[in-house]
């Protein structure tokens, strides 16, 4: 669904993303983890475009994206999920859900009103549908932003860091609306620091460190039997703290 070749982004002598090839499948949840600083956030930002690379080739579903032009409708389908939030503080959790379908996509109002409420039930904030972003808690935000994300019927999310924003007791209920999302068969890319979530919810983890990937597998391959001493550092730093 997604496949990077040779990508790298530069900013002036800092490598944030060095020469790195990976692959996303179709219904695949990848975890990408790795030391802050590793290059993790602006990679994912190269795989939306949200970052244009420096060099290397960027295909979705077998197609070249062509940088020099505009690639809104080549990443069309990709969502996604900010660190941040990135909701529209001047307008309400369900303007922020249907602006997208209806300046971009050309969906009728009504129709991308009926969908954003269907979504934001299914993340459990219907009733907050008329409420702004600033009476919302940092999980309630961040369901609303996967709900927004959902409303562009996405064939891949990918997600920059979605919990490490987030108050402790409020990062389960978010990683659980992306486990639903996991079961349900989406495709999903994530950078993160929840190790628990990467080894239960992932079906491949992929270790980066210094703008390249160091290593990658299962999750049992990654947490269970890593290779390389880099890995193995930063796992004994994160999971045994």
């Given amino acids: 669904m997604i496949k990077a070749v040779h990508l790298s982004k530069h900013f002036g002598n800092v490598k944030a993303v060095d020469d790195v090839s990976l692959h996303i499948h179709k219904g695949e949840v990848v975890c990408i983890i790795g030391p802050s600083g590793s290059g993790k956030s602006t990679l994912i930002r190269c795989l939306h475009g949200l970052e244009v690379p420096d060099s290397g080739e960027l295909y979705v579903n077998d197609k070249l994206v062509d940088f020099s032009k505009d690639t809104t409708k080549d990443l069309a389908h990709i969502g996604f999920v900010f660190q941040l939030f990135n909701l529209f503080p001047h307008k309400t959790v369900l303007e922020n859900l249907t602006l997208g379908p209806v300046k971009a996509g050309g ?76 079961d349900e068969g989406m495709t999903l890319a994530v950078v993160t620091h929840e190790m628990g979530f990467a080894r239960k919810v992932a079906d491949r983890v992929i270790f980066v460190d210094g703008g390249k990937i160091v290593e990658e597998g ?23 703290m």
């Fill in 107 to 182: 969906v009728p109002q009504k129709q991308a009103e009926e969908t954003a409420i269907k979504l934001l039930t299914r993340v459990g904030l219907a009733e907050k549908a008329n409420d702004y972003p600033a009476s919302l808690s940092g999980g309630q935000k961040q369901r609303v932003a996967i709900a927004r994300a959902l409303c562009q019927s996405p064939e891949v999310i990918l997600f920059d860091e979605p919990t490490s924003a987030l108050d402790p007791e409020m990062i389960g209920e978010v990683l659980n609306v992306m486990k639903e999302l996991a």
């Fill in 218 to 240: 299962t999750p049992d391959q990654i947490f269970d039997a890593p290779q390389s001493d880099r890995l193995k550092l930063f796992l004994s730093q994160v999971i045994h």
